[in-house]
């Protein structure tokens, strides 16, 4: 046993956390609990952040001079995409040059691990180089792993080392003090022969969603024009007790993960002459959704003999998910533009989230309230947040869009 992994071990090991995030923060938290030694690294932090994290005890610096005093460093930045659909690793890329510039002396070994989304041959195409640059070989003083998060915000039972993880090394030695090292943290860890499948994993798991969630949602569309109510034919179809996994429709894809890593992998595979049309064109699918959203809310209008233009469209929930202050890849911020687009006065609703952009103008939340809901001419709802007051949305003569099917609580059906 080498002397890193002794202080994995015991936990003496010190362990610094690029990027304190929706990822690195949580994380961050669990290795205090675990009795790592912890800073927290995140350039872009803002004071007030810090000073809330610091107040549970965590060192928050925007520097990366812990680094060099770390046994262990873990890379949690964001890995969006470009305007036009193409991988962005600039935050990777950036953060990966600090740690390597700021290795530190010594002949002790440090481990550095990146848990941000991205495509195969990250790790070691684009991280590995940088730390070469520096002077540092692999196997040597730096041990370099993936291994991808597996954090979802605001679900039940999803506490961080209850999820099982997945690691790999770029070596034998890396992917063994990996596996050391979320052993203290996590109740399972699964080890895996290099870092390209540990990539290719992560992505295999939100993909699979991605694709049967557009493929419930063109079901939906196609539900829609035949008169089928798909939220009843999904709930019949969940009762086969093998063969089917049950997805819902909806508005769009939110959140990080489910509608980036599609277009990161088929990126990745046209490197390949591979081009995966399957997995294109459930993103496709799935981006499209806030379009038919729109549709729909003219419909309702339409219906009232009203038209988009000049009326004004409540919309509830800008969270890309109930009961999480995210707003990341919303669906709903593209249904407001796109109905700012056409002419409506748009006002929203999320207990959640205060203030939110969308079209390059600013939005504030507005009270649920009867006196809200009866100054406008549709209310459509995106994300359903477990305290919201569908009694008060269902005893309004207002049309309601429901792309959650948050009324079939109530014995009710949406428009979705």
């Not at 941000?116 to 040597?140: D, I, V």
């Not at 998910?321 to 748009?346: F, M, N, Q, Y």
């Amino acid at each position: 046993m080498s002397a890193l992994e002794k202080r994995i071990q015991d936990c003496s090991a010190g362990v610094a956390v690029v990027g304190l995030g929706f990822v690195g923060l949580p994380l961050a938290r669990r290795l205090m609990e675990a009795g790592f030694q912890v800073a927290g690294i995140d350039k872009y932090i803002k004071d007030e952040k810090r000073e809330e994290i610091e107040a549970e005890g965590i060192p928050v610096t925007r520097g990366f001079s812990a680094v060099s005093e770390s046994d262990i460093v873990v890379i949690c930045v964001p890995t969006p995409l470009t305007p036009d659909q193409n991988p962005d690793l600039s935050f990777v890329r950036e953060a990966t040059a600090d740690v390597a510039r700021n290795f530190g002396g010594g002949d002790g070994q440090k481990l550095v691990i990146l848990e941000s989304t991205s495509y195969p041959g990250t790790t070691r195409e684009e991280m590995l180089p940088l730390f070469e640059r520096e002077g540092l070989e692999l196997g040597k003083r730096l041990l370099l792993a993936y291994a991808p998060e597996r954090i979802s915000p605001g679900t039940a039972g999803s506490a961080l080392e209850k999820i099982p993880r997945v690691a790999g090394g770029l070596d034998e030695e890396s992917g063994r003090v990996a596996l050391a090292f979320y052993r203290r943290i996590v109740d399972s860890v699964t080890l895996v022969s290099k870092p390209e499948v540990a990539e290719m994993t992560k992505l295999l798991e939100n993909i699979f969603r991605a694709v049967n969630i557009a493929l419930v949602n063109e079901m939906s569309l196609l539900c829609r024009r035949m008169d089928i109510d798909i939220w009843e034919v999904v709930e019949a179809a969940a009762t086969k007790p093998f063969g089917f996994m049950s997805f819902r429709p909806g508005p769009g894809l939110g959140g990080h993960c489910i509608p980036v890593d599609p277009f990161y992998l088929a990126w990745k595979a046209k490197q390949y002459d591979f081009y995966p049309e399957f997995i294109e064109l459930a993103g496709k699918t799935n981006r499209g959704m806030p379009f038919h959203v729109v549709d729909w809310v003219v419909e309702a209008l339409n219906g009232e003999g009203k038209s988009a233009k000049g009326s004004k469209v409540l919309v509830i929930g800008v969270a890309y998910k109930e009961d999480v202050a995210d707003t990341r890849e919303s669906p709903s911020l593209e249904v407001i533009e796109l109905l700012a687009r056409r002419g409506a006065e748009v006002v929203y609703h999320d207990s959640y989230i205060d203030m939110v952009e969308a079209g390059g103008k600013e939005y504030h939340s507005r009270e649920l309230s009867p006196e809200t809901i009866s100054e406008c001419d549709c209310l459509v709802i995106v994300t359903a947040h477990s305290d919201l007051d569908l009694e008060l949305i269902a005893s309004s003569e207002v049309p309601v869009v429901d792309t959650r099917n948050a009324l079939g609580k109530l014995g009710l059906r949406g428009a979705l």
